[in-house]
């Protein structure tokens, strides 16, 4: 029995002695020491918030020509158009220290006037203007109106981008300026359409991208810039709701093309500015005036189509070559040249070529079920 006392003394001893000194793996860690405190410090006196005046084309429709269109086939009277001013928040941030910001084309988009203005983290306002930009990387260029140093994110040293690794997501969240977010780069090489665009080699983040984020930067604990804050997505093209699916563009593709801007930039002479970005839209809307929608199943069985082939023509533009051939919001392309066509996706790669002046001659028409009232022809449509 002394043994065993012995023994148990001996442990009581021991426990006491681990409370009464705490190890050093729970002493305090200072916050500002942090990796990811750090990495903000670094990259935030570059990342601007971005307000664009821009101009919002609206379609508009009679419920009752749409009520018409859906049961009688009635498609004659056409949508009207409404322009209105809209203010956009957006993200944004320089990439040298000459004022050159780099950001989302759809942030600029539309600009009226090229009113843009740019708040920097220390809460100083500039004008800006456009320099330039790809459509289809969604990037645009632009440059701080001031001829003064900035703090900017280098190009140089990018992230490495391995999956897994800790992101953060700074920027104009929903208004709020210097707003951070933070998750793991979950993706890459990913693609998605939006409004009939498709972007490619994007990559994938947990981390929460919300309206206003767009355009700013995505980094890594290092301060190294990941990304551009581009898209999220919050349902599937089904309509099935998703969490933790946000889009940036590769700092790669990034640096590329800002090394295509600044070459652009340096041709255009002192005091001059670019003209407006051009809206984003689609081939057939941009070059004939059509907008065009895939016809699925449950369309063409309530229009009394023939399934199976074709793009529903949803509006036509007034005054543009569509409309002066006389095409009308309800028929059906079949036939782009010599191919046919099923889907909206398939008529922008073909017209994917085509500039102004381009004839292209497109079959269109109204094929029923069972055969009935079926007439086809021929257009030919000059790009404009």
Same mark, same amino acid.
């Given at each position: 029995m002394g043994r065993y006392r012995t023994l148990a003394l001996g442990l %009581?001893?021991?426990?006491?002695?681990?409370? +009464?000194?705490?190890?050093? /793996?729970? +002493?305090?860690?200072?916050? +500002? /020491?942090?990796?990811? #405190?750090?990495? #903000? +410090?670094k990259a935030l006196p570059a990342v601007v918030n971005i307000n664009a005046e821009r101009i919002v084309r609206r379609t508009v429709r009679d419920p009752i020509d749409d009520f018409y269109a859906q049961f009688f086939g009635n498609y004659r009277s056409r949508p009207r158009e409404i322009r209105q001013k809209q203010q956009s928040l957006g993200s944004g941030f320089i990439v040298d220290p000459a004022g050159y910001i780099v950001t989302n084309q759809h942030v600029v988009e539309r600009a009226a006037d090229l009113k843009i203005q740019v708040t920097t983290n220390d809460d100083k306002t500039y004008n800006a203007h456009y320099i330039t930009g790809d459509e289809k990387k969604d990037l645009a260029f632009i440059k701080i109106d001031a001829?003064?140093?900035? &703090?900017?994110? /280098?190009?140089? =040293?990018?992230s490495p981008n391995l999956l897994g690794q800790t992101v953060i997501v700074v920027g104009n969240a929903v208004g709020y300026g210097s707003s951070i977010s933070r998750g793991v780069l979950s993706g890459t090489k990913r693609e998605i359409t939006i409004d009939n665009v498709e972007y490619k080699d994007l990559l994938q983040t947990d981390a929460a991208i919300n &309206?206003? =984020?767009?355009?700013?930067? #995505? %980094?890594?604990?290092?301060?190294?810039?990941?990304?551009?804050?581009?898209a999220k997505m919050a349902f599937t093209p089904q309509g099935i709701p998703t969490q933790g699916l946000g889009f940036a563009i590769s700092a790669e593709v990034v640096r590329n093309s800002v090394a295509q801007f600044k070459k652009i930039a340096q041709k255009q002479p002192a005091g001059t500015q670019a003209p407006a970005p051009s809206p984003s839209t689609s081939n057939a809307e941009r070059l004939f005036g059509m907008q065009l929608q895939d016809l699925t199943e449950e369309l063409t069985d309530a229009l009394g189509y023939a399934s199976g082939s074709g793009v529903l023509i949803s509006a036509v533009e007034p005054d543009s070559p569509a409309d002066q051939a006389g095409i009308e919001r309800g028929l059906v392309i079949y036939r782009i040249g010599k191919y046919q066509v099923n889907s909206v996706k398939q008529v922008e790669g073909l017209l994917g070529r085509a500039n102004t002046g381009t004839s292209v001659d497109f079959a269109i028409g109204i094929m029923r079920t069972g055969g009935a009232g079926q007439r086809i022809e021929t257009v030919n449509l000059t790009a404009r």
């Open positions: %009581i001893g021991i426990c006491g002695t681990l409370l +009464a000194k705490p190890t050093s /793996s729970f +002493a305090q860690v200072d916050p +500002a /020491s942090e990796p990811s #405190v750090l990495a #903000v +410090a001829k003064t140093d900035f &703090p900017f994110i /280098s190009l140089e =040293n990018i &309206p206003g =984020n767009s355009g700013g930067p #995505v %980094i890594d604990l290092s301060g190294r810039l990941v990304g551009i804050s581009s």
